[in-house]
């Protein structure tokens, strides 16, 4: 009956005109009860009409103040210290004013009494203890009824973090009608807070924790994580400890992405291992990337994939004029284009979003595009990326990696782009498969085409280089979800394999930073941070997902793929790096190759793609790549 009750009733508000009256009648309460502690209850000490008189200035005075500081608005349930602080100013000015009001107007004469300064100062103490009191007792009673009236157990929740962030979410958990959870405790590093008590409720340390609610509670507790600014490694560590014992990690967004200032209960997510592996906040460049992107057309090829894709989301916020998509993905440019549609509604009357479907390696179709685009900016995305499937069709590695590169380079050149970025791989670095071999010839004819003569360059060429990004399409950590979610097997390549990581939105804002500060001709490699060994990956989603490694997923490894390696590298042995202004991003100092050379090299290229065989191609790439040396691959017999 009384969750029926809620349920109608719970949105609405009582009326300010009752809070209003219910002050007023506290103010008359409090004030009676500060005359009977004066006289030290003596009822027979007090004279009714100087009671009367006293009582009627002085609630007056202070329903007055009420009013003039809307005290009586605020909605009691959501009551903060905001609210108690309107209440003191309200009684603080009511109070002086009834005081040296009534204290000079009987000195002159115009009062027939005045109001003792004793009572004033035992009816401040009590008017603020009530009113107060009253607001934090009903708000205390009516969530309490919530809780008890949604017929479902509530989850027990330890709170990580016991400072600002910590409390606003501990209130907005308080607060929220769909709310599932019970707060328990707060947990936090600092030795100062642990063994204190905030908001009623315990602080503890992560050991402490464990030993107090999670090993005795029948409901396991969730870790909810609240700590504002945390570095990965941090994050990485909380989510270690609690993972060894099953407990379940969660985390919110930052109090800034709270939805209307409020935290709602669907915002609290798992922690994912893209959580984990990223790393601090990149601080950017904003103004100089706003500077060169606002106001051109800017080019994306590849843009439906994840990379393309998310540098064309980026891009838009620094409103440019137009942003072409262009990709060969029919199904998924017309859901890309679908979705930008709908986030940016609000800038559809200042940018142009024009949709190509097109083959980067169909020279004619992209003539037609640059032609009637007439691009300023082009991030070049497309490429085939998988090792293995690479390694079986050469052709098309050649054909869409580097002799596509070269029409888009090309006509970026003809067309008058003023900045050429092309998305490049840590896998072009000694090169152990077609696909890397590709890329690094990619970037050898990009590089070529940067005009000797700065004062005459037209066009910057520019590369980047970055390793493997998390939630890619065919990234390892899709792969191993889908993995999971099937129940199993995960399977790992080689237990001492290691590869390097970064977010999509970490790698396209550098890549826009790159594209900023070049002058064409370099290579920028980025920051990657420390190499992750993919079985620790593995076993680390396996936790997150909730099971238990071999016990209820077992992880197989099934050996190298063709043209694999253990480790991926940002530089070859003959190349070193420069700084940049950026400490994330570093200029990899590069032989230039000529372009005439270049073009005759990428000429033979397409003659042994219409006469040749996949190892006359490979063996092509490997005469123009030293470097390259395959491994696990059928082509390695050409190495010797």
């Given at each position: 009956m009384i969750e029926h009750y809620l349920k109608i009733h719970s949105n609405r508000i009582v009326s300010s005109y009752f809070v209003l009256l219910a002050d007023v009648c506290i103010s008359i309460g409090s004030f009676a009860i500060a005359f009977l502690l004066r006289f030290n209850f003596d009822v027979t000490a007090i004279y009714a009409d100087y009671f009367l008189y006293c009582l009627g200035f002085t609630v007056g005075l202070r329903s007055l103040f009420f009013v003039l500081f809307r005290s009586h608005q605020g909605i009691i349930r959501h009551t903060s210290l905001e609210d108690i602080v309107l209440l003191l100013y309200a009684v603080t000015a009511s109070s002086t004013l009834t005081a040296f009001g009534t204290y000079f107007g009987w000195q002159a004469g115009y009062l027939v009494y005045y109001v003792p300064v004793s009572i004033l100062m035992i009816d401040y103490c009590c008017i603020l203890v009530a009113l107060s009191l009253s607001r934090f007792l009903v708000k205390a009673f009516y969530w309490h009824l919530r809780s008890i009236t949604r017929g479902t157990p509530l989850q027990p929740i330890l709170i990580y973090g016991a400072g600002k962030t910590g409390l606003l979410t501990r209130n907005a958990l308080a607060q929220d009608p769909t709310q599932r959870y019970t707060v328990l405790a707060f947990i936090d590093d600092n030795p100062y807070k642990i063994s204190k008590v905030i908001q009623g409720l315990p602080v503890v340390s992560r050991q402490e924790a464990y030993k107090r609610y999670i090993r005795k509670q029948t409901i396991p507790p969730q870790i909810l994580l609240a700590m504002g600014a945390i570095s990965p490694k941090k994050k990485t560590e909380i989510t270690d400890f609690f993972l060894q014992y099953h407990v379940p990690v969660k985390t919110i967004p930052t109090v800034e992405q709270w939805i209307d200032g409020r935290l709602n209960s669907f915002q609290i997510r798992d922690i994912r291992i893209e959580d984990l592996l990223g790393r601090s906040p990149i601080q950017l460049e904003n103004k100089a990337i706003r500077e060169q992107l606002s106001d051109q057309v800017v080019m994306v090829t590849g843009a439906a994939g994840s990379i393309?894709?998310?540098?064309?989301?980026?891009?838009?916020?620094?409103?440019?004029?137009?942003?072409?998509?262009?990709?060969?993905?029919?199904?998924?440019?017309?859901?890309?284009?679908?979705?930008?549609?709908?986030?940016?509604?609000?800038?559809?009357?200042?940018?142009?979003v024009i949709v190509k479907i097109a083959d980067i390696s169909d020279e004619f179709r992209m003539r037609l595009i640059f032609r009637e685009t007439r691009p300023t900016i082009v991030f070049h995305a497309a490429a085939y990326k998988h090792v293995p499937l690479m390694e079986e069709h050469p052709y098309e590695a050649v054909r869409v990696n580097v002799l596509g590169t070269q029409i888009v380079a090309d006509l970026s050149l003809k067309f008058g782009v003023r900045t050429f970025v092309m998305i490049s791989t840590d896998k072009a670095v000694n090169p152990t498969n077609v696909m890397g071999a590709t890329k690094r010839l990619a970037e050898m004819y990009v590089q070529s085409l940067n005009h000797p003569d700065k004062a005459l360059r037209r066009t910057r060429f520019i590369a980047t280089r970055f390793g493997n990004v998390l939630g890619s399409n065919g990234s390892v950590v899709t792969v191993f979800q889908q993995?999971?979610?099937?129940?199993?097997?995960?399977?790992?390549t080689h237990p001492d394999i290691i590869r390097y990581f970064m977010t999509i939105p970490e790698a396209c804002q550098l890549v826009l930073e790159a594209g900023g500060m070049g002058k064409g001709g370099e290579v920028f490699v980025f920051d990657m941070g420390d190499p992750v060994k993919i079985v620790e990956l593995a076993r680390k989603m396996i936790h997150l997902s909730g099971y238990a490694v071999d016990k209820d997923i077992k992880i197989v490894f099934t050996g190298l793929r063709p043209g694999e390696k253990l480790f991926e590298e940002l530089l070859n042995d003959n190349e070193s790096t420069l700084p940049t202004h950026h400490p994330k991003i570093m200029i990899a100092q590069v032989v230039i190759p000529d372009a005439d050379e270049m073009k005759a090299t990428l000429g033979q290229l397409r003659h042994l793609m219409l006469n040749g065989s996949d190892h006359q191609l490979v063996g092509t790439l490997k005469r123009l790549i030293p470097e390259y040396i395959s491994n696990n691959s059928v082509f390695t017999a050409l190495d010797y």
């Open positions: 393309g894709a998310e540098l064309i989301r980026q891009v838009l916020r620094h409103r440019p004029h137009t942003v072409v998509l262009v990709d060969q993905a029919e199904s998924a440019l017309f859901d890309l284009e679908f979705k930008l549609r709908r986030e940016y509604q609000a800038m559809a009357s200042e940018v142009n993995q999971i979610q099937s129940g199993g097997p995960v399977t790992v």
